[in-house]
């Protein structure tokens, strides 16, 4: 059998594709497997002699290397690097670190680049900010360091204390994949609690991946339409009384998904008021709330409200999910869970039965990143870097008619109300710039139709706090994650486009 050092493997970098040279080396493996080009037990060049080949750094291989070795795709035999034995392509809902299957593959972002087109749609990853010595430095000490490493569990109490308001045991925090993977496990151990398919409320718009989860695995998804403040538990059924003549017949949900701290897309905030009739709501019904905490860290006007987890004094309602996405990039699949007291023994047990999907080294990988402090400072410039460029958004648009950037207090996407967003859409990738329509993010049509048909968002909520804006009819919503300058590039684009007249 060959050794690892002599085989020439199909790979190659392009500096000029605006991908980090780390993300493409995982890219192009993972395809090669998904294609059989490279199948279990073939070796790979050792990361001195591909680093060589390529002309990159050693760290850059080693830093891809640790990546597919903590997805399972490779496996390291008597100093040799080998496809895993038990390789295989992981379904999309995953979401397992540097997911296998992104939105986008990098193959077709190669293409993009190449081609001159731009891609402001929101999900990208933000690998290319990762390539510091302090993430690789973080890699090599996971992958030398023993099981006397500090537990990313341990990590991720301290974070929750501190930054979310919620304060638990390490024991009492599962590791997942990210929100999918979390929510996945969720909604197994409640089906089997409950015998049956669930009736899980979403927002609407909303997260639309969070509710395919839902629906692939045979839940029913009732969409509850949101505004300025996110989801109102009023909105929800009851199956009471309406005070209007009737009963209201529809059957209440035995769980609600929401984004309260961000949500996605409109970006509100709700307020604690609404927080509170939430959770008054959910026990009445004996219903779970599981929130994403969707871009908490990112906030950037203002000081985050806590986790609505903190708010769960009794720990018997909320299920809270947590992501590293939107900080170190889709490519990053680690996340954590929190879970009322009656379901964390289930849910331990299902993890352990399933395996987990993150590998040791990259757990010991986030905590060392973490423990140094560099995951403060990465996101400290993630959170200036989105800022600046919503601005030049705002800047770039101003004095439209009909034309508006929806406020926000955080995160990393732009929302903006244009006259007609299908139009906007398909003129805009014709001068090669794509950006998604706001219409992407609703469940239904019929639901979109009667959302639209609220003249807009309350001025105020319940406790006097401005509403984030209007919602619009028609929209685009775009990633921040671009370079400034493919920013400023779009942004021209969206001009023409979205002038008087074009």
């Not at 050092?5 to 395809?31: A, H, K, N, Y």
């Not at 979401?95 to 999900?123: N, W, Y």
Request: charged letters at 25%.
């Amino acid at each position: 059998m060959r050794h690892a050092r002599v085989v020439d493997v199909p790979l190659s970098v392009d500096r000029t594709s605006g991908i980090s040279l780390g993300e493409q080396l995982v890219g192009q493996v993972r395809d090669l497997v998904a294609r059989g080009v490279l199948c279990a037990g073939d070796p790979l060049p050792s990361s001195r002699v591909l680093a060589e080949r390529l002309g990159v750094s050693r760290g850059t291989v080693v830093t891809a290397w640790d990546v597919l070795a903590g997805e399972g795709y490779l496996t390291a035999d008597r100093g040799a690097t080998r496809i895993a034995p038990d390789v295989r392509v992981v379904p999309a809902a995953s979401e397992l670190p540097m997911s296998t299957t992104p939105p986008r593959s990098s193959r077709t972002r190669r293409s993009v680049a190449k081609t001159g087109q731009i891609d402001l749609r929101p999900g990208k990853a933000i690998i290319a900010e990762l390539d510091t010595p302090a993430w690789r430095g973080a890699w090599r000490d996971a992958a030398s360091a023993g099981e006397g490493a500090v537990p990313l569990r341990q990590h991720l109490a301290e974070y929750l204390r501190l930054n979310r308001g919620v304060v638990r045991e390490p024991d009492d925090i599962v590791i997942t994949a990210g929100a999918r993977d979390g929510l996945q496990l969720v909604l197994r151990v409640l089906g089997a609690l409950r015998g049956r398919r669930l009736r899980v409320a979403v927002e609407d718009p909303g997260y639309s991946a969070l509710r395919r989860v839902v629906e692939a695995t045979g839940h029913v998804a009732i969409p509850i339409p949101v505004d300025g403040f996110g989801l109102d538990p009023a909105s929800l059924p009851t199956g009471e009384w309406a005070g209007t003549g009737t009963w209201e017949v529809a059957e209440t949900p035995d769980v609600v998904v929401v984004t309260p701290g961000h949500q996605y897309p409109l970006g509100g905030t709700m307020p604690v008021s609404r927080r509170l009739e939430l959770l008054r709501w959910a026990r009445r019904h004996s219903a779970v709330v599981i929130e994403d905490d969707y871009d908490s860290e990112l906030r950037y006007t203002g000081q985050p409200l806590p986790a609505l987890a903190a708010l769960d004094t009794d720990r018997d309602t909320v299920v809270t999910l947590g992501s590293f996405t939107k900080v170190l990039g889709n490519g990053v699949g680690v996340g954590h869970l929190v879970a009322p007291d009656e379901l964390l023994p289930r849910l331990r047990t299902l993890r352990a039965e399933l395996g987990s999907p993150v590998s040791a080294v990259a757990q010991r990988a986030i905590g060392r990143f973490m423990d140094l402090g560099h995951l403060q400072r990465h996101t400290a410039r993630m959170r200036r870097a989105y800022r600046r460029r919503r601005s030049l958004i705002g800047r770039a648009l101003a004095h439209l008619p009909g034309v508006a950037v929806l406020p926000m207090a955080g995160g990393s996407h732009a929302v903006i109300e244009v006259p007609d967003e299908a139009a906007a859409v398909t003129a805009a990738a014709r001068r090669g710039v794509l950006v998604s329509g706001l219409g992407e993010y609703w469940a239904a049509s019929a639901s979109r139709a009667r959302t639209h048909a609220m003249t807009h968002a309350p001025d105020t909520a319940e406790d006097g706090r401005t509403a984030p804006g209007r919602e619009p009819r028609d929209g685009l919503v775009l990633g921040l994650t671009a370079s400034d300058a493919h920013l400023e590039r779009g942004m021209q684009v969206l001009w023409d486009v979205l002038k008087p007249g074009s």
